[in-house]
């Protein structure tokens, strides 16, 4: 089948690092994108990867491991307003599949 | 427009009742998508269009929704005949080109949050 799991909740502390992780299983694949959403609002693009490695954008980093269906999203110096969902989603024919998403909740 | 807008923002209708639900993409943007999302999850693909041309409609949950982009840039999501399952957010998107190998980032609208009672 085709699909995308991550984990439904995680909690950290505010200044700390979290890794979202996210495995998916699709006969067509051509890069892993990321997508933040806080609470009541819309889906908003975080970040891409089309091969294997790390991808750096400010505080936030993303992973793709090809041979094992694997990406994660990593999160530095956390920030409270970093409390939101995260989606991992991949490109299939034009279209996104989005997985079921990851609250993130940051504590003081 | 600056960002994708989306109308109305919020639709109340009785079971039964046609709806048109309308978005009006980034201007530019080639590509449109239209997905639902219900709460706690994440959106579900409904249907994309290139230009006018209707790509893919495989996420269209049955023969009641209907999508359309006549001249390649508002869309309309129109749902006949409307059931209480019916009810969800619905968000569009659009990108500047569908780009199978490209990062395909798409920009979201706020919503539409549709009740069917």
């Known amino acids: 089948g085709q699909s995308l799991e991550q984990p439904s909740e995680v909690t950290a502390v505010e200044g700390a690092i979290v890794q979202i992780n996210c495995t998916y299983q699709?006969?067509?694949?051509?890069?892993l994108s990321w997508y933040q959403q806080h609470d009541g609002g819309a889906p908003t693009f975080l970040s891409y990867?089309?091969?294997?490695g790390l991808e750096e954008t400010g505080r936030f980093s993303s992973f793709l491991s090809r041979s094992d269906s694997y990406g994660y999203l990593l999160l530095q110096e956390l920030q409270m307003k970093d409390s939101a969902s995260y989606f991992c989603?991949?490109?299939?024919?034009?279209?996104?599949?989005f997985g079921q998403g990851t609250e993130l909740s940051v504590k003081p | 427009g600056a960002g994708v807008s989306q109308s109305p923002r919020y639709k109340v209708t009785k079971r039964g009742q046609d709806v048109a639900l309308r978005c009006d993409p980034i201007?530019?943007?080639?590509?449109l998508y239209w997905y639902r999302q219900a709460l706690g999850q994440g959106p579900e693909f409904l249907t994309y269009?290139?230009?006018?041309?209707?790509?893919?409609k495989s996420g269209l949950p049955n023969d009641r929704f209907s999508a359309e982009r006549p001249e390649g840039s508002i869309s309309t999501l129109t749902i006949q005949r409307t059931e209480q399952r019916d009810s969800a957010m619905y968000r569009c998107?659009?990108?500047?080109?569908?780009?199978?190998?490209?990062?395909?980032?798409?920009?979201f609208g706020a919503g539409t949050r549709l009740s069917v009672l």
């Open positions: 990867n089309a091969l294997d």
């Open positions: 989603a991949y490109n299939q024919g034009g279209k996104l599949i």
């Open positions: 699709t006969s067509g694949f051509y890069g």
């Open positions: 269009f290139n230009y006018e041309a209707q790509q893919d």
């Open positions: 998107a659009s990108s500047l080109g569908d780009g199978e190998l490209a990062k395909n980032i798409q920009y």
């Open positions: 201007s530019g943007h080639v590509s």
